[in-house]
């Protein structure tokens, strides 16, 4: 059984988190889930505006197994979030993967996760990252990169090919490539990644 979480807050980028949604919840198997986490119970206000419930709080959250933190203009507010810091600080030693879209990047900086690793985040963001953290190796014109249990993906539609890859981990490259058919994904190239 797998549990997937996906940290939800205002301002995040709608397709940064929605994306892997969509990729993990097509892809799981019996008994995995797949839940949106936020610091509380009401509606979260994206970037474009859609609004959306989250299924836990950051104190009722589950165990999870993958954590999936999102970009958008929010990630740089929530960098400096102590409850969202604390969060990420205590769910991430447990979980298989800790994983981020395109400025999530920053949050996974900031609470520890990221620190002194090879990661990516938005093109258009690329230079801030490297400003704010220079122990970082910021890696540019890739789709995501793995570094250990750590995989960071650029921005928006770069974390549904980080999240089919990740389903190629956790389950099998075939069972990833059932997904991208399922979903009618098809990149160019699929499965370009740096690992």
Known sequence: MVTTGIVLFDDCEELDWAGPWEVFTMAR??????????????????????????????ADAPELDVLLIPGGHGSRRERENPAMLDFVRRVAPACNWVTSVCTGSFVLEAAGPAKG?????????????????????????????????????????????????LVGQIWSVEHARVTQYAMEYDPAPPYAALV
């Not at 990169?145 to 549904?160: E, F, H, P």
């Open 117 to 165: 690793k090879r990661v990516t985040t938005h093109w258009g963001a690329i230079e801030e990252l490297r400003g704010l953290a220079p122990d970082l190796t910021v890696l540019e014109n890739v789709r995501y990169v793995r570094d250990g249990n750590l995989v960071t993906s650029a921005g928006v539609s770069a974390g549904i090919d980080m999240s089919l890859w």
């Open 29 to 58: 198997q019996a008994g995995d889930i797949v839940v949106t986490i936020a610091e509380r119970a009401e509606p979260v206000r994206c970037a474009k505006g859609l609004r959306v419930l989250p299924d836990h709080t950051f």
